[in-house]
C-alpha cells in the first residue's frame, strides 16, 4: 500500500512538473508557426484573399504552358507552365506549377495535389494548392487554398500572406 501511495505521488509530481513546464506562456514552447514574416507584406499579419485562373494548352501533356491572371491580393497576369505527375490509375496527380509574372518580378512556385473526376460535370475536378517557393519579390510569400480545374482552365482560390 505505501508503495501505491509513493508512486502515485510521484506520476502527480511528474504530471504537475511536465504541465507547468510547458506552458506556452513561460516561453519554453514556441509558436513560432503562428507568426508571419513582416516582409512578405506590408500588413503581414493578415491573410489576404487571391484567385488565380490559369489556361492551358495541354497538346504537350504532361508539361504543359499557358497564360495566368492573378486578382485581389495580387494583381498579375504572365506565363505559366505545369508539369504534371499523374498517379497510375491518373485519378490523382501531383502537379508543379511555375507562374512568370510579365512584369520581371519574379515567379511564383505552386505545388497541387488534384483529384479528378470520371466523368462530368468537370467542376468536380478539384484539389488544393500550396506556394512553396517564389523568386525576386515573391521570395517570402506564401499561400495556399483550394482549385477546380475544368478542361483547359485552373481555378485557384484562397490566401496569401
Request: charged fraction near 10%.
Amino acid at each position: 500500500m505505501k508503495l501505491q501511495s509513493k508512486l502515485m505521488l510521484l506520476l502527480a509530481g511528474a504530471a504537475l512538473i511536465t504541465t507547468s513546464a510547458c506552458n506556452k506562456s513561460d516561453g519554453l514552447v514556441s509558436n513560432q508557426s503562428s507568426r508571419v514574416n513582416s516582409a512578405t507584406t506590408p500588413d503581414a499579419a493578415k491573410k489576404s484573399i487571391v484567385t488565380i485562373t490559369a489556361v492551358y494548352d495541354f497538346s504537350t501533356f504532361p508539361n504543359v504552358s499557358g497564360t495566368f491572371t492573378a486578382t485581389g491580393a495580387l494583381q498579375l497576369s504572365g506565363t505559366t507552365t505545369m508539369d504534371i505527375g499523374p498517379n497510375k490509375n491518373g485519378m490523382i496527380a501531383h502537379c508543379v506549377v511555375v507562374l512568370t509574372p510579365d512584369d520581371g518580378s519574379g515567379t511564383i512556385t505552386i505545388h497541387q495535389e488534384c483529384e479528378f473526376a470520371i466523368a462530368p460535370p468537370y467542376p468536380e475536378n478539384k484539389g488544393q494548392w500550396q506556394i512553396v517557393s517564389g523568386t525576386g519579390a515573391y521570395t517570402k510569400l506564401k499561400g495556399n487554398g483550394s482549385l477546380t480545374m475544368p478542361p483547359l482552365t485552373e481555378a485557384m482560390t484562397g490566401t496569401i500572406y
